[in-house]
Nanobody
Framework: QVQLVESGGGVVQAGGSLRLSCAASGLTFGSYAMGWYRQAPGKQRELVGAMRSGGSPNYADSVKGRFTIYRDNAKNTVYLQMDSLKPEDTAVYYC??????????WGQGTQGTVSE
């Protein structure tokens, strides 16, 4: 059974940082592209960024230069380092693991809130 467990959300002031973690189990971690998505209240879920094992991450334009995705295949964990946070970054952040259309898994989400 595949499980993705996010942690690290919280409340931070604008300009601050948060680091999210996503621990994966039940899958061959190195074979999956790992990504982070977010969903703000009243908005659709959107891609924040993603990366394949051994590849370079790609990011949404709104977070380029502020957010960094990296993965530790030995720990089956992917991270999202968020710096220079803005109130508009407030959202529930979801971890995603994708191997194919039919092998696509989601975590339960973690709330990140940025105050003025």
């Amino acid at each position: 059974q595949v499980q993705l467990v996010e942690s690290g959300g919280g409340v931070v002031q604008a300009g601050g940082s948060l680091r999210l973690s996503c621990a994966a189990s039940g899958l061959t971690f190195g074979s999956y592209a790992m990504g982070w998505y977010r969903q703000a209240p009243g908005k659709q879920r959107e891609l924040v960024g993603a990366m394949r094992s051994g590849g370079s991450p790609n990011y949404a334009d709104s977070v380029k230069g502020r957010f960094t995705i990296y993965r530790d295949n030995a720990k089956n964990t992917v991270y999202l380092q968020m710096d220079s946070l803005k109130p508009e970054d407030t959202a529930v952040y979801y971890c995603n693991a994708t191997y194919s259309y039919f092998q696509n898994y989601w975590g339960q989400g973690t709330q990140g809130t940025v105050s003025e």
